[in-house]
């Protein structure tokens, strides 16, 4: 038996930016009856509160759901409302946000929480251009904002969206910003009048949860009579998929304890990672074997030397770009060296009072799983 080739029916039209004209006449509604049926329920999702859904969507962005829930939940026991962020150090801040990354998300919101309290009594406007002018509000994060909490009838795009509508439209490429005026082309085309935050994290779910980028689950999907990758069999196609280059890098860290203390030092304000605290240490240069890595580094980063240095584990962190393997010894000095603002001699128990980047976590984990006895 031949099985018959599938076809998408477009029994009405809407002109875009293609040669073939498609139907989006009903998508809104079909994707909003699955959307109710079967979203995913997320704490951000049980609120109207602006600023709730506001830090949400901050830390949904370059991060997963799951890792994120349990993220957002402690956030709003710590911060509940924009005063108590604005109020707090960013010390504070970075440690709150400690895990999910992309630290400069959390910088942007403190500040951004600091300038709202100032200037319009701790409330977010409903007002776009507003919004703009607060760090860290691109055009994503003010269409979702301003969609979800306000219902504003404006469109978002992330890479959820991106992919579905690229499929939609059958757009070949990559997923990337040069098709998204294409996409908003539509987009302001099948926005409902209203429900619009509603319809937007629909488009949303449906890429998270069907619209796969490798392997789209078509068959469960609510829109797929309106899809004309899925009716010329190329869905799989669409985007383009880009393999990533990832940087890898060797580095050396040094554990250094006296008197049951260990020094931590502050990164600087700028660059990745910045104003968070860490062990010292750094890349290892070519040639160079790890132990002697070390001699160097403590040397240019403290003008120390070392009496004694033992291995101790080893770990490793990915980053958007690079994946940083480090070689963790435990180290004493042969002098002593004193502290400062961004130098601190801590007890274990003094780890939790600063924010690490999550590599730094895991040697922290360690040497509290290993106890006080472990550096005699």
């Keep these: 038996m031949i099985a018959r080739r599938r076809h998408c029916v477009w029994p009405f039209f809407l002109k875009v930016d293609m040669t073939s004209p498609v139907d989006l006449t009903s998508f809104s509604r079909h994707l909003l009856r699955w959307y109710h049926r079967h979203k995913r329920d997320l704490p951000w999702r049980k609120?109207?509160?602006p600023y709730k859904i506001w830090v949400s969507e901050i830390m949904l962005q370059q991060t997963t759901v799951?890792?994120?829930?349990?993220?957002f939940e402690r956030w709003i026991r710590v911060f509940p409302d924009m005063d108590s962020l604005a109020r707090a150090s960013q010390q504070r801040v970075l440690k709150e946000w400690q895990g999910l990354g992309y630290y400069n998300r959390a910088r942007n919101l403190h500040a951004a929480a600091q300038r709202l309290c100032r200037d319009y009594a701790a409330r977010l406007p409903n007002d776009p251009a507003v919004l703009k002018s607060l760090p860290g509000?691109?055009?994503?994060t003010i269409g979702a904002v301003l969609s979800i909490a306000f219902d504003r009838r404006i469109a978002i795009i992330d890479a959820n969206v991106r992919r579905v509508i690229m499929r939609i439209l059958a757009l070949p490429g990559r997923a990337d910003p040069s098709q998204d005026k294409k996409i908003y082309a539509?987009?302001?085309e099948i926005l409902p009048r209203r429900s619009v935050g509603n319809f937007n994290q629909a488009l949303m779910e449906l890429g998270a949860l069907v619209c796969d980028q490798r392997k789209p689950l078509c068959l469960r999907c609510p829109v797929r009579a309106y899809c004309r990758a899925y009716g010329l069999d190329i869905q799989e196609t669409i985007p383009q998929q880009v393999k990533k280059t990832i940087q890898e890098i060797q580095a050396v860290v040094g554990v250094i304890h006296h008197g049951g203390k260990f020094l931590i030092q502050k990164r600087s304000s700028q660059g990745l990672l910045a104003d968070l605290w860490e062990f010292p240490g750094g890349k290892i240069e070519a040639g160079e074997t790890p132990r002697q890595a070390l001699k160097r580094e403590i040397a240019e980063e403290l003008g120390a030397e070392l009496s004694r240095a033992r291995h101790y584990?080893?770990?490793h962190h990915s980053y958007t770009e690079y994946k940083v393997y480090l070689d963790v010894w435990l180290c004493e000095l042969a002098g002593p060296i004193k502290a400062g603002n961004n130098r601190k001699w801590?007890?274990?128990?003094?780890f939790g009072r600063f924010p690490f980047p999550s590599g730094?976590?895991?040697i922290i984990e360690r040497i509290l799983a290993d106890g006080p006895d472990s550096f005699d």
């Design 137 to 140: 509000f691109g055009p994503y």
């Design 47 to 49: 609120t109207n509160d």
């Design 186 to 188: 539509v987009l302001d």
């Design 346 to 350: 801590v007890s274990p128990r003094q």
């Design 313 to 315: 584990m080893k770990t």
């Design 360 to 362: 730094s976590v895991k």
């Design 66 to 71: 799951a890792a994120v829930i349990p993220r």
